[in-house]
């Protein structure tokens, strides 16, 4: 099956995936990384589309989108002003690797730490933001139909 628009066709194929993950990890399928399928989906998510969609995206300021349950996830510097402005962060933040992945008390992975570094001084941080997973796996999804309602010639 061919993509018909990039961005809505991978987000769809991202959230089955996701969704397939998800379903053999609770069946406890052994082998199975919910967390790496996570980050691996979340990275597709923010980076492909980036290059090619962001200026489509939505930019609304974000407190209108907190009660659709969009995550904020500053604790550092400004908050986004919009989606748009978000996976513009989420992108840079991930691109360079500027990530710590924090683990709970159980050794499991709780939630991932995300910044973007001044240019001119590396070691400075102008934001960053900690999401647990939970709020990680929202997001995701969020993107995910975000990109599916708004590129999908498709849909109704």
Do not use: C
Not at 34 to 62: A, C, D, Y
Not at 106 to 114: H, K, L, R, Y
Request: proline letters at 4%; glycine letters at 6%; a negative charge.
């Amino acid at each position: 099956m061919e993509y018909t628009d990039l961005t809505a066709d991978f987000a769809k194929r991202t959230l089955q995936n996701l969704d397939y993950v998800q379903e053999q990890a609770l069946r406890g399928v052994a082998g199975v990384y919910e967390v790496t399928q996570l980050w691996n989906s979340l990275l597709g998510l923010i980076v492909l589309p980036h290059e090619r969609v962001i200026k489509r995206l939505p930019t609304t300021p974000m407190v209108d989108f907190s009660p659709q349950g969009w995550p904020l996830l500053t604790t550092v510097g400004n908050e986004p002003t919009s989606v748009q402005e978000l996976v513009n962060w989420l992108r840079n933040s991930v691109a360079h690797f500027n990530v710590e992945f924090n683990a709970g008390t159980d050794g499991e992975i709780a939630s991932v730490t995300m910044w973007n570094a001044n240019t001119r001084s590396p070691h400075s941080r102008v934001w960053e933001g900690v999401i647990t997973i939970r709020e990680l796996e929202h997001l995701a999804r969020l993107l995910a139909n975000t990109y599916i309602l708004a590129f999908d010639s498709t849909a109704a």
